[in-house]
């Protein structure tokens, strides 16, 4: 097993939760969702990439739509709520309720579930490769979180603006070629 690769890989999975977590902590959520938000996206990218694997190249044929296109589909959705949300005068809503928290963690898990397909060719130690994926998609979930509280608390409301039009941009950039 080359662990150099895995980590690679593991840090450019984690790269989308990071992105998405950055423009959600802006919004303020509390410690206690911060964390719900860290497990769940955690125990996704150990799950994904398993399910990849175990279905392997057979999912093609069964689920005619692209990942990168339902990707694009709830970023957009949750970049536009957060911009409607930003011009609301009422407080906004910090608390997810569990179907959001997994949603989040289903959308920036997506590219784990392909990697799953591909994770054969890159070793034969799956569990490992699988619980470094979590652990490093895990830390950059909370890190994302906590600097978008930072970034809140230096310029407010806008805060919430700019995390909105990232979801946006990001959402775009998952269906460009």
């Not at 569990?98 to 070793?123: K, N, P, R």
Request: aromatic content about 12%; proline content about 3%.
């Amino acid at each position: 097993m080359n662990i150099i690769v895995i980590i690679v890989v593991a840090i450019s999975l984690s790269m989308d939760a990071f992105s998405l977590s950055l423009a959600y902590g802006t919004i303020g959520l509390p410690k206690r969702t911060m964390i719900s938000l860290t497990i769940i996206v955690s125990l996704y990218h150990f799950l994904m990439p398993l399910i990849g694997l175990i279905m392997g190249q057979a999912i093609v044929h069964f689920l005619p739509v692209e990942p990168d296109l339902l990707v694009f589909f709830v970023l957009v959705f949750i970049g536009v709520q957060m911009l409607i949300e930003s011009f609301k005068n009422e407080e906004i809503n910090k608390n997810m309720n569990m179907w959001e928290l997994l949603v989040f963690g289903f959308a920036v898990s997506l590219d784990s579930f392909s990697v799953g397909i591909g994770l054969s060719s890159i070793t034969q130690y799956y569990m490992i490769s699988c619980f470094i994926f979590s652990i490093c998609s895990g830390f950059f979930t909370y890190l994302g979180l906590k600097l978008g509280k930072y970034i809140n608390h230096l310029i407010g409301k806008l805060s919430t603006v700019i995390g909105g039009v990232v979801l946006i941009i990001l959402g775009i950039i998952y269906i460009i070629p």
